[in-house]
C-alpha cells in the first residue's frame, strides 16, 4: 500500500519560513515524478514545484525565488523550503508522485500565513 504522509504546515506570519516534508511508503520517491501542489480555498489545485526523476526542478511563476523542492532518498522523503512566506501562499499543500498512470496523493498539509 502507497502513503505518501505531508507534515510541517501550521500558522507563520508573513515573511517568515516553513519547510515541509513528504514521506512515502509503498514506493521509491527516486523512480517518480514528484512534486508539491496547494489549493487554496475557493481555487484550482496549482503545482508549485516538480521534481523529475532525471532531477530537474520546475517551479511556479508565483514562488519562483523564494521554493526550493528536494529529495532524500535515503529517508525517502520530499521536502518544500518555503521563504518569505506571503498570505497568499496560503493553502493545504499536497505531495505527489507519478509515474505513466500511477498517480499517488498525500492528505494535504494546511499553511496559513497571517498578515
Known amino acids: 500500500q502507497v502513503q505518501l504522509v505531508e507534515s510541517g504546515g501550521g500558522l507563520v506570519q508573513a515573511g517568515g519560513s516553513l519547510r515541509l516534508s513528504c514521506a512515502a511508503s509503498?514506493?521509491?520517491?527516486?523512480?517518480?515524478?514528484i512534486g508539491w501542489y496547494r489549493q487554496a480555498p475557493g481555487k484550482q489545485r496549482e503545482l508549485v514545484a516538480g521534481?523529475?526523476?532525471?532531477?530537474?526542478?520546475n517551479y511556479a511563476d508565483s514562488v519562483k525565488g523564494r521554493v526550493t523542492i528536494s529529495r532524500d532518498n535515503a529517508k525517502n522523503t520530499l521536502y518544500l523550503q518555503v521563504n518569505s512566506l506571503k498570505p497568499e501562499d496560503t493553502a493545504v499543500y499536497y505531495c505527489?508522485?507519478?509515474?505513466?498512470?500511477?498517480?499517488?496523493w498525500g492528505q494535504g498539509t494546511q499553511v496559513t500565513v497571517s498578515s
Open positions: 509503498g514506493i521509491t520517491f527516486s523512480s517518480y515524478n
Open positions: 521534481l523529475s526523476r532525471g532531477g530537474s526542478t
Open positions: 505527489n508522485a507519478a509515474l505513466f498512470s500511477r498517480v499517488f
